[in-house]
């Protein structure tokens, strides 16, 4: 591994633990040039998935872009960033367990949707009235209902 500092090619591992629910290595390194130390992580290579987008667009997904808009659902609402990090981790999951090489920007948005839905009903109707383009008043109020059930 190259040193991020001085470029050195030599670098040594001092420590390595599980990470991110064991499902990356989180490694110490130092550099034998320069002395200074850095983090790196291992993580198993998936398969790219493309999403398929409501308008027939295809395009490789993107952690960030899920990230987005469930920080945008959960914006001033009691819940952590390791939460969320958490539930893009959950949905990221399904989507690669998947199995496919496209997957509908309709199913990753009900992924999203049922995990907010378990974690805060705020956030939950948040997302859905925007995933689901809510036009009216009584489209929104039918959702609520359902939440409320």
Do not use: W
Not at 18 to 40: H, L, Y
Not at 71 to 83: F, M, T, V, Y
Not at 125 to 146: H, Q
């Amino acid at each position: 591994m190259k040193c991020p500092f001085c470029g050195h090619e030599n670098t040594r591992v001092v420590d390595s633990r599980p990470a991110e629910e064991n499902n990356s290595i989180r490694r110490r390194r130092v550099c034998d040039e320069c002395g200074k130390r850095f983090t790196t992580y291992e993580k198993v290579e998936t398969i790219p998935v493309i999403i398929m987008k409501k308008d027939n667009n295809r395009e490789a997904y993107d952690r960030s872009k899920v990230e987005a808009g469930i920080l945008r659902a959960c914006h001033k609402r009691p819940i952590s960033a390791a939460q969320i990090t958490h539930l893009v981790d959950e949905v990221e999951t399904e989507i690669f367990n998947l199995g496919e090489k496209e997957v509908s920007s309709q199913v990753v948005g009900e992924l999203v949707m049922n995990k907010l839905k378990e974690l805060e009903a705020v956030a939950y109707v948040r997302f859905a009235s925007v995933y689901r383009e809510f036009k009216d008043v009584n489209t929104f109020l039918e959702e609520l209902k359902k939440v409320l059930e």
